[in-house]
């Protein structure tokens, strides 16, 4: 039991609803269309949540080889650091979850388009290996993007728009330009999470050497980056209910917007560093109520 709990604490469960967020957006927009495929459906979520499992083991990794996990560290403990997983476990249980997002995506992959031409595939294909990459290279290897100050940019892009317009996509086999906007406003929430994230550790990856967009900031421009961040993310929602509406209902989504504020005005006015890691969580489950009650409104 206590090597089980091991496992779901280096797994992150309070960062999964960032990854499902955008699937479930993705899909219950094309289920708006009258287009939904219940086994698009769950393997689009097998290999969402195995990529976002892999990328924090690979992040476990990566930490302790670099030495940014250490005691000074003000997140919570992680196994490795605690000695309860070893390095050779951890390493196999990455090459376990590569292989199992690997599968997952080539049904995916293939489901999705095999009424479509063999170009489409191919690009499916290649955006799937790029975020098993993206996934491993946040801190693994030579140069790992993490430790570049790139991690928000790849957060954005991931977790937005290849994340829900990809899976709007494999459920209808078309595209739409103007998922841009809302798929942004769940890219710019994953973004918030990494900051807050990088603040609450800022400290420490400096004197470790990893190199993050918070730590080249300073802590007063990461809240006025944060500021940045959470008010972008409800512009750009608002801008696709401008440009779709229809009826009022549309807006229900804006009660996700008052946690946001809260987080917001609780960022700008920390003092305690560590009282960040509270926030991380009501911003993760911020935006996987966004996507579930934003996407209701355009199917009722």
């Not at 290996?129 to 957060?155: Q, S």
Request: aromatic fraction near 12%.
């Amino acid at each position: 039991m206590t090597a089980l709990k091991s496992w779901i604490v280096s797994f992150r469960l309070r960062t999964l609803p960032l990854s499902l967020s955008s699937v479930i957006l993705g899909s219950f927009l094309s289920l708006s269309y009258g287009i939904f495929s219940h086994l698009i459906f769950w393997l689009c979520v097998i290999t969402t949540l195995s990529l976002q499992i892999l990328s924090n083991l690979a992040n476990d990794y990566g930490d302790m080889i670099t030495g940014a996990d250490n005691a000074e560290r003000i997140g919570p403990a992680r196994a490795l650091q605690k000695g309860d997983i070893t390095m050779v476990q951890m390493k196999v249980m990455i090459i376990i979850f590569v292989i199992i997002s690997s599968v997952s995506g080539l049904f995916l992959v293939y489901y999705g388009t095999r009424f479509m031409s063999f170009n489409y595939t191919l690009i499916l294909l290649a955006i799937g290996l790029a975020a098993i990459a993206a996934a491993i290279k946040y801190t693994v290897g030579k140069k790992p993007y993490g430790y570049r100050a790139m991690g928000d940019l790849f957060v954005l892009i991931f977790f937005g728009p290849v994340g829900t317009m990809g899976a709007f996509f494999l459920h209808s086999g078309f595209a739409r330009v103007d998922l841009i906007f809302p798929s942004m406003t769940i890219g710019l929430m994953s973004v918030a999470v990494l900051n807050l994230n990088n603040m609450r550790d800022m400290e420490n990856d400096n004197r470790s050497g990893k190199l993050t967009l918070a730590g080249i900031l300073g802590r007063e421009k990461s809240k006025i980056y944060h500021g940045f961040i959470i008010l972008s993310a409800i512009t750009s929602s608002l801008i696709y209910t401008y440009i779709n509406y229809s009826a009022i209902h549309q807006l229900v989504y804006t009660v996700v917007f008052i946690p946001l504020i809260y987080n917001l005005a609780a960022v700008i006015t920390n003092i305690d560093l560590a009282d960040l890691d509270n926030e991380l969580r009501k911003v993760a489950i911020a935006a996987l109520a966004y996507s579930v009650i934003f996407s209701l409104a355009y199917i009722f």
